[in-house]
Nanobody, 122 residues
Framework: QVQLVESGGGLAQPGGSLKLSCGAS????????VGWFRQAPGKEREGVSC??????RTYVVDSAKGRFTISRDGHTVFLQMNSLKPDDTGVYYC?????????????????WGNGTQVTVSS
């Protein structure tokens, strides 16, 4: 069973940085995709970024391009968030799907972590 554990959330000031980590275990294949999603209070969950082990290509949504960077080291996936804005506030989840494919955010991710809170406020 794939398990995902997020860490690194917290309080940051506008313009500040946070680095989220997603520790993953239990994969039965070397090919999988990990995505980061967030849910702000009163809003639907939205995809933020993803990375595929098929080709290590990444994707970042337009609202976070130039500010967020996704990377991985083995089974740990990171989301470096710079120039944070209050709109980045929310619970951040990592999710995974085991398949040989490029990364997309609009696929049915099967495994989810419990989330980590990110609050951007002065």
């Amino acid at each position: 069973q794939v398990q995902l554990v997020e860490s690194g959330g917290g309080l940051a000031q506008p313009g500040g940085s946070l680095k989220l980590s997603c520790g993953a275990s239990g994969f039965t294949s070397e090919y999988y995709v990990v995505g980061w999603f967030r849910q702000a209070p009163g809003k639907e969950r939205e995809g933020v970024s993803c990375i595929s082990t098929m080709d290590d290509r990444t994707y970042v949504v337009d609202s976070a391009k130039g500010r967020f960077t996704i990377s991985r080291d083995g089974h740990t996936v990171f989301l470096q968030m710079n120039s944070l804005k209050p709109d980045d506030t929310g619970v951040y989840y990592c999710a995974a799907i085991q398949h040989y494919a490029p990364c997309y955010l609009n696929v049915p991710y099967r495994y989810w972590g419990n989330g980590t809170q990110v609050t951007v406020s002065s």
